[in-house]
């Protein structure tokens, strides 16, 4: 047993966005090509991510994703001052998403993520 979320996060452009719902696939952002992998945040790691890397971008996406579903894709590995992040080694299949919605924020600042109906 793991004490390992078994859900995360990517941030997409609208655009990253709709070649997802598109494609029913999406293969990674530049930096995750780059990278080799696609880059994911937990709850708790997701507003760090989002101020570092998307600090004043418009039209972003939150998508949830069902870690358990991609299986031995997934890998946590060290990252930003030292925390393991989820990386998947692979393309994001639309069917690992259980929720995605605008990225939104609450009257008090926190963070709304998606959830499922």
Same mark, same amino acid.
């Given at each position: 047993?793991?004490?390992? =979320?078994?859900?995360? %996060?990517?941030?997409? /452009?609208? *655009? ?20 080799? %992998? ?9 507003? @760090? ?22 299986? *031995?894709?997934? &890998?946590?590995? /060290?990252? &930003? @001052? ?17 929720? %995605?919605?605008?990225?939104? %924020? ?7 993520? =998606?959830? /499922? @109906?």
């Amino acid at each position: 047993m793991t004490d390992r =979320p078994l859900l995360a %996060y990517k941030v997409l /452009t609208a *655009d990253q966005m709709a070649a997802l719902e598109r494609d029913g696939a999406f293969a990674g952002a530049p930096v995750d090509m780059a990278d080799g %992998y696609i880059h994911l945040s937990t709850a708790g790691q997701l507003g @760090g991510t989002i101020d570092k890397h998307f600090a004043g971008q418009q039209d972003l996406w939150l998508v949830a994703v069902d870690l358990a579903v991609l299986g *031995d894709a997934v &890998r946590w590995e /060290t990252s &930003r @001052g030292g925390a393991l992040f989820p990386h998947i080694y692979g393309t994001l299949p639309l069917d690992a998403v259980i929720a %995605y919605s605008e990225l939104q %924020y609450e009257p008090d600042g926190a963070l709304r993520l =998606p959830v /499922t @109906g």
